[in-house]
């Protein structure tokens, strides 16, 4: 049955300001910042919600944990979700959006941003806030003091950059890093499910392996060789932008040695049981 010509005219009158709302309040410069943020805690509690109820009807395993086993277990879940979000987004800013690329004349890469850019930050601040506030009300279940520094420096430095405006290219750079995050939850979850000595997890850990050296070693010192080409650059930011560029990166990195350290040790481990 057709719609009436008032009909038509009403809807699209919603279409348009629906469309003014999103345009000049959602996605709006100033207020990008908080709409994203919000959209970043309120896409955790979804997640967590659909990993829950998902879990309870499709792993067996989920029902036989603890109740911290398995908030931990749908925590996890999220972290999932935001390190496959983030990573796409991460990988097309680096390698091959032409925002962050030298061949564009548009002022120092230092200080270059878009919408996007920062709704995707914004989204990533969410994140750490909502992860934070979990590994504080379960504390230590979830993760001892060195997740409490991670999550803190990350959520600073990330929160500096979309306010800021500034040195989003490196952030955007050390972000990648959460490429590995899958992986190390899937490990948790192999090893949860009782199948530590299965080739899931054997194969699992050397993913871990490689990714961890890619993304969590290689990469920052990329990172740091590009911040030393664009120093010049790095230099006009504000003095706290600045520091984070290097503090931040340099403590994490040596968070990323100490765990390959153990990632390496666990690997030879596993392996040596195979054999």
Same mark, same amino acid.
Do not use: P
């Given at each position: 049955m057709a719609m009436s010509e008032q009909t038509v005219t009403a809807i699209k009158s919603y279409q348009n300001q629906a469309q003014v709302l999103v345009k000049n309040y959602i996605i709006a410069d100033p207020f990008i910042p908080y709409t994203s943020i919000l959209a970043g805690l309120l896409a955790c509690k979804v997640v967590y919600d659909l990993t829950q $109820?998902?879990?309870?009807f499709y792993f067996k395993a989920y029902n036989g944990l603890t109740t911290i086993q398995r908030?931990?277990?749908?925590n996890r879940g999220i972290s999932t979700v935001h390190a496959i979000f983030i990573?796409? $987004? @991460? $990988?097309?800013?680096?390698?091959? @959006? +032409?925002?962050? @690329? +030298?061949?564009?004349?548009t002022g120092p890469i230092t200080? *270059? @941003?878009s919408w996007l850019s920062n709704f995707g930050l914004g989204v990533s601040v969410g994140y750490f806030l909502a992860d934070l506030g979990m590994i504080f009300w379960l504390y230590p279940s979830l993760g001892g003091m060195e997740y409490v520094v991670h999550h803190s420096l990350s959520g600073i430095a990330?929160?500096?950059s979309m306010f800021s405006g500034e040195g989003q290219l490196y952030t955007y750079m050390v972000l990648i890093s959460e490429v590995t995050t899958p992986e190390i939850n899937m490990r948790w979850y192999l090893d949860?499910?009782?199948m530590k000595r299965s080739t899931a997890y054997l194969v699992n850990g050397v993913i871990i392996f490689f990714a961890w050296l890619i993304a969590r070693i290689l990469l920052f010192v990329y990172m740091f060789y590009h911040v030393y080409l664009h120093y010049d650059q790095v230099v006009e930011m504000h003095?706290?932008?600045y520091l984070l560029v290097f503090v931040v990166p340099f403590v994490l990195a040596i968070m990323n040695v100490m765990w390959f350290g153990k990632i390496l040790k666990g690997?030879?481990?596993? $392996?040596?049981? *195979?054999?």
């Open positions: $109820l998902i879990s309870t908030m931990e277990w749908n990573t796409a $987004l @991460s $990988l097309y800013y680096v390698f091959w @959006s +032409d925002l962050f @690329s +030298d061949q564009q004349h200080f *270059r @941003s990330v929160a500096y949860t499910a009782g003095a706290i932008g690997l030879k481990k596993t $392996l040596a049981k *195979r054999q």
